[in-house]
């Protein structure tokens, strides 16, 4: 190749170059329609003030934690990272216990 010589940079990227797309395929969530165990509880204490009897009473039957883990039980319902999870009530644990960790409560 002679100096001022140079290849066509348009000729590099041709159409017929690499692999094609795929047809589009037709959308199927991964999940279904259907809500996760435990929704629509979590849905009625996320309406409740933290201090509530009925809250404290939904922390330790359903959420299954100790009552003085209330606060932290509450802070997690509201970060709502439990709506998206497959398991709403193992997300609601585990975030209870990283801001219990957080606010250094005993766990």
């Keep these: 190749m002679k100096f ?3 290849k066509n940079p348009r000729k590099q990227f041709t159409t017929s170059r ?5 047809p589009q395929k037709d ?19 996320s309406n409740l003030p933290d201090d509530s009897p009925e ?25 709502q990272k439990w709506k998206i999870s497959p398991n709403p009530l193992a997300s609601i644990r585990t975030a209870a216990h990283q801001e219990a960790r957080r606010n250094l409560l005993p766990t």
């Design 18 to 22: 690499g692999p094609t797309g795929t």
């Design 55 to 79: 809250f404290r009473t939904f922390v330790r039957e359903v959420v299954s934690m100790p009552e003085h883990m209330a606060s932290s039980v509450a802070a997690a319902i509201r970060q």
């Design 4 to 6: 001022g010589e140079t």
């Design 27 to 45: 959308y199927v969530p991964a999940r279904s329609g259907r809500k996760p165990p435990f929704h629509a509880e979590i849905e009625v204490a």
